[in-house]
T-cell receptor, first 113, second 115 residues
Framework: QQQVKQSPQSLIVQKGGISIINCAYE??????FPWYQQFPGKGPALLIAIRPDVSEKKEGRFTISFNKSAKQFSLHIMDSQPGDSATYFCAAGIYNQGGKLIFGQGTELSVKP | GAGVSQSPSNKVTEKGKDVELRCDPI?????LYWYRQSLGQGLEFLIY????????KSGLPSDRFSAERTGGSVSTLTIQRTQQEDSAVYLC?????????????FGPGTRLTVT
């Protein structure tokens, strides 16, 4: 019940294309869903996060879509750029229980020029 | 300002030896977390410290793993009698917490190799 399942494991997109990464969770108590971006040799960094009171959140080229009934959420990267090439992790947590996060397995994104 | 720092950046140890990994959180951050990242895997939660509260140790994989946080700042993760399956990158993160979840800022990690 604590798992967060992420797909695909790897993704290759042409420059200017849309990258889509999906995550699914089981624990209905989760109410905080962040996405982290990790470059090689670095720690993950928060990209964007959403809570279930909204179905979509957009920040620049990055959008989270959230489907509460399906217990799924996804990250869309519009106009993907080679600099977006990194590993992306979705995560889930319980907002009023502090910061413990359960992470997905990660998606390695490669954007080809 | 300075981010989360971890030391050493790399550690190679022999099976059966004890290791200590250090984390210096961002000044003023009251919450500190340890995660483990195995090759090609996601981040596995290990332990969480929040202020003076008892830590959440629910993610520690065995009693060979322990962590402490001194003076509400620096934290040390200790692995006793290391095994080859302990080889991974150990990540530390810190965050402000005043109710609710706040952004976790990660350090660069310590890559542990057990031979």
């Amino acid at each position: 019940q604590q798992q967060v399942k992420q797909s695909p494991q790897s993704l290759i997109v042409q420059k200017g294309g849309i990258s889509i990464i999906n995550c699914a969770y089981e624990n209905t108590a989760f109410d905080y869903f962040p996405w982290y971006q990790q470059f090689p040799g670095k720690g993950p960094a928060l990209l964007i996060a959403i809570r279930p009171d909204v179905s979509e959140k957009k920040e620049g080229r990055f959008t989270i879509s959230f489907n509460k009934s399906a217990k799924q959420f996804s990250l869309h990267i519009m106009d993907s750029q080679p600099g977006d090439s990194a590993t992306y992790f979705c995560a889930a947590g319980i907002y009023n229980q502090g910061g413990k996060l359960i992470f997905g397995q990660g998606t390695e994104l490669s954007v080809k020029p | 300002g300075a981010g989360v720092s971890q030391s050493p950046s790399n550690k190679v140890t022999e099976k059966g030896k004890d290791v200590e990994l250090r984390c210096d959180p961002i000044s003023g951050h009251t919450a500190l977390y340890w995660y483990r990242q195995s090759l090609g895997q996601g981040l596995e939660f290990l332990i969480y410290f929040q202020g003076n509260s008892a830590p959440d140790k629910s993610g520690l994989p065995s009693d060979r793993f322990s962590a402490e946080r001194t003076g509400g700042s620096v934290s040390t993760l200790t692995i006793q009698r290391t095994q080859q399956e302990d080889s991974a990158v150990y990540l530390c993160a810190s965050s402000l917490t005043s109710g609710g979840v706040h952004e976790q800022y990660f350090g660069p990690g310590t890559r542990l190799t057990v031979t």
